[in-house]
């Protein structure tokens, strides 16, 4: 007899049984990485649909405070999924990627966002995904890079080419999770340099979470700093804080 992927699905859910990121219930051979009632409610951002849209607003505030003086800015785009916040249990889906090792489901869910960009006539000249890049030791550490996971997923609905090893990171810093604003700011000033110009029509940088913007914003100034004023730069994240 031969196995569908459905029977397949089933027999390994008995042996291993996947549960519900968000709630913890067992998933049916249907399911993927939430149950349907989870599913049902993420709390979508809808953010990819405008240009102008809160995340965008708030990361082009940050930029404008970096802005060297005389010198032009375009306003920046920005995507996001979903929503973060401390007391939702929706905050297992970045956090299943960035600290559990749980690639599969970042893969998921950056392609349903990449899904909903592609839709958009804003994202469609998108050429290039540059990943926030981790630290070597940090990278090391933790296996991979988990923004580098959101990228490919994000460069391939896209159709953009992935670019892995063009942004680097010269030094490693402090963790951003205990810091305010200002402080995240200074932590990485400086921090990011991309190894080459290459051509390019509009670059999206990517990140696991947008929390303030400084990390998004000094790899901005970096790649703004090497490719000129003539390139588009945008950002896109799996989660956007939610105050």
Known sequence: MLLTCGMIRELTDLVMPRECLVCGTQLGAQEEHLCLWCAAELPLTFYWERRHNPMADEFNAVLERLRPEGEPMEYAGAAALLFYHHENP??????????GGN???G??????????????PHW???????PVPLHWWRKWQRGYNQAEVIASALAWELGARLRTDALLRVKRTRSQTTLDADARLQ???????LRHAFPAQHVLLVDDTFTTGATLSACYYAVREALGPSVRISIATLAVVEA
């Open 103 to 105: 690639r599969a489901a």
């Open 107 to 120: 893969l998921f869910f950056a392609r349903q966002l990449g899904r909903y960009m592609a839709a958009q």
């Open 187 to 193: 932590n990485v000033r400086g921090v990011f340099a």
């Open 90 to 99: 929706y905050k297992q889906i970045p956090q299943a990627l960035k600290y």
């Open 124 to 130: 469609a000249d998108v050429d290039t995904v540059l």
